[in-house]
């Protein structure tokens, strides 16, 4: 079989073949390569591996001019290695999960409260992974991190595409309630406190069913939602109960 992969580019003349299917790999704007020398790159490993175009595909992604390893593809590697995961809990707060690597098992963790002291929640933008899907960008963070401590020769040097759209991020989410003054609001309860709704916030959301009396039960989706945009909530809010 491996001989067979091999023979898939057995007689190319590097030279010649390499340029042009890097440059077919960046026209078909496979893996954001928007570039020929990112295309000629990503020919090379092809050509290394012994694999079809479509394999990039399921393992690599350029962002930024950067080079990325899927996290599922850095999951598959670590696994193909020997290695082994069990999930323990995978949701909106956090995701848990053994790694086994040579016989030895370590129980490693990315919360939402990781998430929060890295500054990736409060997401700032509303279409955002984190905003979306942040269950998932857990998962991403958390493969990425336990296979950096427990088996790095898999993913060294090379990130993931989370964590390289995650290099953007630099500034708190602001909201700008008071144009006047604005200020950066951190928590649910912030966006309550500062647009002087917070009773009627709150029988917002247990009327929309989002909560039963707390907002400590809003879930994480939700509160990432209001502060992506709390002007947009509050006006919700305002036009629900009837405030000017």
């Known amino acids: 079989m491996e001989s067979e992969k091999k023979e898939m ?3 190319v003349n590097l030279e010649t073949f390499v340029p042009l299917l890097g440059e077919w790999i960046v026209g078909s704007g496979f893996c954001g390569c928007t570039k020929k020398e990112q295309g000629s790159v990503l020919a090379l490993e092809l050509i ?4 079809a175009p479509l394999w990039l595909a399921s393992r690599y992604h350029i962002i930024s001019g950067k080079i990325s390893l899927k996290a599922d593809a850095m999951l598959a590697l670590f696994r193909e290695r020997g290695g082994r995961v069990k999930w323990i809990k995978f949701d909106n707060d956090a995701a848990q999960a053994d790694f086994t690597i040579e016989g030895q098992t370590s129980t490693i963790s990315y919360t939402a ?3 929060t002291r890295a500054k990736l929640l409060p997401p700032r933008n509303a279409e955002s992974g984190w905003a979306k899907h942040p269950a998932e960008m857990l998962r991403a963070r958390l493969i990425s991190k336990a296979i950096r401590m427990v088996c790095p020769e898999v993913c060294a040097g090379i990130y993931t595409p989370e964590e390289v759209e995650d ?3 630099t500034e708190p989410v602001t909201a700008l309630l008071n144009p006047s003054k604005e ?3 951190k928590t649910v309860q912030e966006v309550l406190d500062y647009s002087g ?3 009627e916030s709150v029988d917002f959301m247990m009327q929309s069913g989002w ?3 707390s907002i400590d ?6 509160k990432n939602k209001i502060l992506c945009n709390p002007d947009a909530f509050i006006a919700m809010v305002k036009a629900k109960k009837g405030v000017a």
Not at 217 to 222: A, C, I, N, P
């Open 197 to 199: 709704l917070s009773n």
């Open 217 to 222: 039960e809003l879930d994480q989706v939700r």
């Open 167 to 169: 290099f953007k991020i």
């Open 211 to 213: 909560i039963k009396s």
């Open 113 to 115: 409260s990781d998430a």
């Open 9 to 11: 580019y057995s007689g």
């Open 183 to 185: 200020r950066v609001l």
């Open 48 to 51: 290394s591996a012994g694999k």
